[in-house]
């Protein structure tokens, strides 16, 4: 079996930070020990990682992406290969990406689909959720045997009519079931029937550029659906993640669920934290990169959310990446901005623009680690194989410089995007080394993974229940 010592570093994961070297076997942490005691002396290795002035962090846990995902007549940018590709180079050994069942075919159908794009070709390990289109007789018993096989959450839908779009009684019905099958509702809460409306008038006023994408999607109704979801997950008795959380007031709402004793939890994503819809309404076409819903929000969203954040109001941040090509793609949407596909890119970024909060002092070291890596693996049934550094755990782990500098650009970023949302940004820190199951992935900022060493992973149920 071979053996890697990571000397050097400052371990940090959600609990702690400690000055320890850690030991390899076989794909797993076996040991760490204080530097220079005996015991990490004595190890014997095939490698020795200096991590001297590094942070050694759990690998990331971006537990929202849609690779090639269909959407908006068209398909998100990155394969399974070029995005978890792109994700190991930001320190993101673990993904959980969304299975599609299609209207009127079974949950086992889009999941097989999915398990064929994905199956060989991705560079990090990857589970996934199911999303459902089709709540009836048939899927909802299917929710119990993809439970049982490790698709442990459910993403339903308030938004979209027509495409992904569940009414009350099918949000209620499939969480009736997970409350018996142990299952995790994942909710995109937007009134789209309410939205649908306003963009019918919207375009009919001639209020047809990317802005206007903001302007209808009004904060009220990603509340009120926040709102509504937090009831009927009380009626049914079953838990709640309300994904991409934007607005304050949705974050109101699930501090208020949770304040009373439900399980309820939030998530929001770098875009909301760092972009605003100063960005929609850059001029021309521009916006257009930062179409994506929840939709951007103004500027003074971003204290609530990383409040939020500090708090445990949200617990985590994943990415939502869901990139479409502003050529081509974006494009759909001139004169329309009701066609412009909605999704950004931004697996690759997530680790470094969180530290960078760090370094701004929204966020400790710790709570970096753990609402990027702890907490979604947590969430997900992941955990402590994933998101943490402890004996046992695999082998997932990322050396991290926190005095490097970088430019963020579409020149330099790895994602399969032909535009950065972030362009000309500068951050410090950056992911210098990424091993997952102990097999290094990047190294010194070179990479020399390859498709089909992630493997799936069939999850648990949500740990913090
Ligand atoms: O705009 C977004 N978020 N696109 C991906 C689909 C979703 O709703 O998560
Ligand atoms: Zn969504
Ligand atoms: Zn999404």
């Not at 907490?375 to 550094?389: D, Q």
Request: aromatic content about 8%.
């Amino acid at each position: 079996m071979s053996r890697t010592v990571i000397h050097g570093g400052l371990v940090v994961t959600a609990s702690d930070e400690i000055h320890a070297d850690v030991l390899i076997e076989g794909g797993r942490i076996v040991a760490l020990a204080a530097h220079g005691t005996d015991a990490a002396t004595s190890w014997s290795a095939d490698r020795r990682i200096d991590a001297t002035g590094m942070y050694v962090l759990p690998g990331g846990v971006d537990a929202h992406t849609h690779m090639e995902m269909p959407f908006g007549g068209t398909y998100a940018a990155d394969t399974f290969e070029t995005g978890t590709r792109a994700a190991a180079w930001g320190g993101t050994t673990t993904i959980v990406d969304f299975a599609i069942q299609t209207m009127g075919r079974s949950l086992r159908e889009g999941l097989d689909t999915w398990h064929a794009k994905a199956d060989g070709r991705c560079a990090v390990d990857y589970g996934f959720h199911m999303i459902l289109s089709d709540v009836n007789e048939s899927s909802l018993k299917e929710m119990d045997r993809l439970v049982a096989e490790g698709v442990t959450s459910f993403k339903l839908f308030m938004a979209y009519p027509g495409v992904f779009y569940s009414d009350d009684g099918r949000i209620l019905r499939a969480m009736q079931r997970a409350s018996g099958n142990g299952g995790l509702v994942m909710m995109h809460a937007e009134n789209g029937i309410a939205i649908d409306v306003l963009v019918e008038q919207a375009l009919a006023e001639g209020r047809t550029d990317p802005r206007y994408h903001g302007d209808v999607r009004k904060v009220a109704l990603e509340a009120e659906a926040t709102h509504r979801a937090v009831q009927l997950a009380r009626v049914a008795g079953a838990p709640l993640y309300v994904v991409h959380v934007s607005a304050d007031e949705a974050v109101d709402e699930i501090a208020a669920a949770r304040h009373k004793g439900l399980p309820v939890f939030g998530e929001t994503c770098p875009q909301y934290l760092f972009l605003s819809t100063d960005n929609l309404a850059e001029p021309g076409f521009e916006g257009a990169k930062y179409v994506c819903s929840t939709p951007l929000r103004p500027r003074e969203h971003q204290e609530v959310l990383w409040r939020g954040l500090r708090n445990n109001e949200l617990q985590v941040v994943s990415t939502d990446h869901c990139p479409f090509c502003f050529s081509g793609q974006k494009e759909m949407g001139r004169g329309d901005f009701s066609k412009i596909p909605n999704g950004m890119p931004g697996v690759e970024h997530r680790m470094d623009l969180l530290h960078q909060a760090v370094v701004d002092g929204h966020l400790s070291r710790r709570r970096w680690v753990e609402i990027a890596c702890a907490s979604p693996a947590r969430m997900f049934g992941l955990y402590p194989k994933k998101g943490t550094i402890a004996p046992g755990a695999d082998a997932d782990v990322v050396i991290y410089d926190p005095g490097a500098e970088q430019t963020i650009s579409a020149e330099t970023h790895h994602m399969a995007v032909d535009y950065s949302a972030y362009e000309g940004r500068r951050v410090t820190g950056q992911v210098r080394t990424v091993l997952s199951r102990g097999v290094p992935v990047i190294e010194d900022r070179a990479y020399v993974g390859h498709a089909g060493h992630g493997t799936y992973l069939p999850r648990g149920t949500c740990q913090y229940l």
